[in-house]
């Protein structure tokens, strides 16, 4: 705890450190909209505006000095300022002729965008520097977390996760192997500039099989002739670790820039509020940088990241015989708690992700644009379970994944129309090393995937827009997998699937599995606007999802969550069919949007419990991959209102009714009605002071699918069918957070202290989309230190 005491004394000396002066302000576009990500430079000191425009420097002398404000697109205020006193300086930009269509298309996405798009600001993801992806998402209405323990979390949009959501890094299709609930995306949160949920026709660009939504990450992109960095230190309680991330940029407006970025994350067992959740501590080591030559009309760009990352899975989820795992998930104690530590071991994940990219974009006088773009990704990951001897250092999983893609993309624009067209190719290999001494959970295959895709747009005058697309996707899948035949029968692949099969093992089969896809997907929208106050979005999209290679080809422990998971040779694609309305209102102080959707899924593959198989390893529950038609209908909501200048209040509320339309009964795993309400108090005057408290609640979620089933038991030597509570949902729980800080100076560095405490009362509860609330409580109270340093 010393690290907490001596950045506390820091938070406290920093407060009396101020006797220079502050520079505050809002920038915005001639038309008034405002800009986020805005560079304020003077001198030595550096900020970005945020989301409203706002911006905040302080620790500057007496006396005049340059200031600039510059942002993409714009031509940049450059003035002079006489400081003798705390100053307002706010900036209206004119849009930069001479950038021609980054002019129009800058002015579009921020005014004039057909689908809404939710944007994670930078002050957020700074907030979640020692989180993850999934936990910054869920700051946005409409989206919420699916959990296996503490750290592996990935988002849900509308209901949806996993391959239903993609996620896309600096433009290129991340894959890393999620296609299971507990593979998390394999990237660093602190490396990405912007983060942007998107629907609509602009996903076809990225694919087809968008149905719940895509997240786009992207990187910080400096465009002015400029030289700066950020480190940003976090020590968090819970966990007994902390987080130091650091990135540097040289920006020009022509010729070469660069930036580097690294992250280091390290921390013991999460604890709850009545005890240690033993092995989850993590670890993370992460880079990525990129160079770029930027010409008058080209830039040629090149890109490398790499993820690495150690996760403990929490011991208590592997059980060692039926009586235990029927006593942990019926009683709700977890059977393992050991005293804290900061040691990973087994069970436990390993994973790094590289990639890399070459990126070739080229302005042409007529208006139109083309980028094209090589990326190389190798994702490995190994899994290590309870094994005694000489396996305890083998990987039970060792899986390769190496993906080449390729795409071209056109861009036309004009004063009413866009028109957008690209195609896409991709080659991919799994290798499941047959080192493990396990039949691997996913075998060994080769994908090969191209598509082509057309985008147009029209503007009906200043109030009135609509868009249209169109793609086409083509996809086969190759794979060798050996079947235990008792497997094989079981699962009722005889006569059905036996052209399958290659060669004879005796009491395996080696099959040979074959899948072609031809799929297209579309998409289509309009926007009008009833003058600045109000507007209307309308959207309808068709998107197509193939099987992936989990829920085709899964057979045996998933290690990481502790299951037996059984794909299905039978799966037939997805299609989805989604319509929303989003209504956007703006009455001054107070702003308003809500979107009421609703999703048709013809052939919705999910995962099923379906009982209890016993192994050499333990006894664990069975999954088994499902197909019906669903339809999930809901509506998210949030609102803004500045209740003073100094005061702000928001609201996010989503809920959503998944029904199993064959069986006439709820999906499982929807998330329950939530709700989250902040009031956050900013004075730029003292030093950019804030003050935030969160309430977050989610309500008990009553609609779930009856699927307990009955284990054998041994009792006083007898086996006794014992039912297993599967089903049931947590109760709804409360959680309060709250969040301070404000800026100083030392020396010629800006730099912010943020202090926060999250579960504030140390709340117990378990989440109904956490994969291990059958096993254990959510972690508990956490205070979190965080320091951040512009220079």
């Given amino acids: 705890m010393r690290i907490f005491y001596l950045l506390m004394a820091v938070f406290a000396t920093s407060w009396c450190a101020f006797s220079q002066h502050s520079l505050s302000g809002k920038v915005l576009t001639n038309t008034g909209v405002p800009l986020d990500g805005a560079h304020i430079h003077i001198e030595n000191g550096h900020a970005l505006s945020l989301p409203d425009g706002t911006y905040t420097l302080t620790g500057i002398a007496t006396g005049s000095h340059r200031v600039v404000i510059s942002y993409v697109g714009y031509k940049s205020l450059d003035t002079i300022v006489d400081f003798h006193k705390n100053e307002v300086l706010n900036a209206n930009l004119n849009p930069d002729i001479t950038q021609l269509n980054e002019v129009v298309l800058t002015e579009k996405l921020l ?372 079947y235990q035949k008792t497997r094989w029968t079981a699962l009722g692949y005889d006569g059905v699937y036996d052209h399958f099969i290659t060669q004879d093992f005796g009491t395996q089969w080696l099959t040979n599995p074959k899948f072609t896809f031809h799929n297209v997907s579309a998409s289509a929208g309009v926007r009008k606007d009833f003058g600045e106050s109000l507007s209307l979005l309308g959207n309808v999209g068709l998107a197509v999802r193939n099987p992936n290679p989990g829920e085709l080809f899964s057979d045996g422990l998933h290690h990481s969550n502790a299951t037996i998971e059984l794909g299905n040779l039978g799966l037939k694609k997805e299609q989805a069919l989604k319509a929303s309305v989003t209504v956007q209102a703006n009455a001054n102080s107070f702003r308003a949007e809500v979107t009421p959707y609703i999703n048709s899924i013809r052939d919705f593959m999910y995962l099923r419990p379906t009982g209890v198989e016993y192994t050499t390893r333990g006894a664990f529950p069975v999954y088994s991959y499902r197909q019906n038609d669903a339809l999930l209908a809901g509506a998210d909501l949030h609102t803004e209102w500045d209740v003073t200048s100094y005061l702000k209040h928001s609201l996010n509320a989503a809920y959503v009714h998944g029904t199993n339309t064959d069986t006439d009964e709820a999906l499982i795993d929807m998330p329950p009605l939530t709700f989250s309400n902040t009031f956050r108090y900013t004075n730029a005057g003292w030093h950019g002071f804030f003050a935030e408290v969160r309430s977050e609640a989610v309500l008990h979620q009553t609609r779930y699918p009856n699927y307990d089933f009955y284990a054998d038991v041994p009792i006083n030597g007898e086996l006794v069918p014992t039912l297993v509570n599967i089903s049931r949902p947590p109760k709804g729980y409360h959680l309060v957070h709250l969040s301070a800080g404000r800026q100083f100076s030392i020396g010629k560095t800006q730099a912010s202290v943020n202090v926060s405490v999250y579960n504030l009362f140390n709340t117990n509860y378990r989440d109904y989309l956490n994969r291990q609330r059958l096993y254990a409580d959510e972690a508990g109270r956490n205070v979190q230190i965080q320091l951040k340093f512009n220079y």
């Fill in 111 to 482: 005014n004039k965008d057909i689908a809404p798009i939710q944007k994670l600001s930078v002050q957020t993801l700074e907030k979640y520097s020692s989180g993850s992806l999934g936990d910054a998402l869920k700051e946005l209405p409409g989206v919420s977390a699916l959990k296996t323990g503490t750290t592996i979390v990935k988002p849900v949009i509308n209901g949806l996760h996993s391959s239903r959501v993609p996620v896309i890094s600096n433009n290129v299709r991340l894959e890393d192997q999620q296609w299971g609930t507990e593979h998390a995306p394999n990237l660093d949160v602190n490396a990405a500039g912007k983060v942007s949920v998107i629907k609509g026709a602009s996903a076809l660009q990225y694919g087809g099989d968008a149905v719940g939504g895509l997240v786009v990450v992207e990187p910080l992109r400096v465009q002015q002739d400029t030289l700066f960095g950020k480190t940003v230190l976090t020590a968090d309680s819970n966990g007994r670790g902390g987080t130091i991330s650091s990135s540097l940029h040289k920006g020009a407006a022509q010729g070469w820039a660069w930036n580097a970025q690294g992250t280091f994350k390290y921390y013991g067992d999460r604890e709850t509020p009545d005890y240690i959740l033993s092995n989850t501590g993590n670890r993370e080591a992460n880079f990525s940088g990129d160079f770029g030559y930027i010409g008058e009309s080209y830039k040629l760009t090149g890109f490398y990241s790499f993820y690495n990352a150690t996760i403990g899975i929490a011991t208590t989820t592997h059980i060692g015989n039926v009586t235990d795992l029927v006593r942990a998930i019926n009683s709700g104690q977890p059977v393992v708690t050991n005293p804290f530590t900061h040691s990973i071991n087994n069970p436990r994940q390993e994973v790094q992700h590289h990639l890399a990219k070459l990126n070739f974009e080229k302005d042409f006088e007529d208006g139109s644009a083309l980028n094209v773009q090589y990326a190389f990704q190798q994702n490995l990951r190994k899994e290590y379970d309870l094994r005694r001897g000489s396996f305890a250092d083998i990987p039970a999983l060792d899986l390769t994944l190496v993906t080449h893609s390729v795409n071209a993309d056109w861009k036309q624009e004009t004063d009413a129309n866009t028109f957008k067209a690209g195609v896409s190719g991709a080659a991919q290999h799994n290798d499941a090393s047959p080192d493990t001494g396990v039949r691997p959970l996913i075998p060994t295959y080769h994908k090969y995937d191209a598509g082509a895709y057309a985008i147009a747009s029209h503007s009906f005058g200043n109030s009135l827009t609509a868009e249209v697309g169109a793609r086409y996707d083509f996809s086969h899948m190759d794979a060798d997998k050996f």
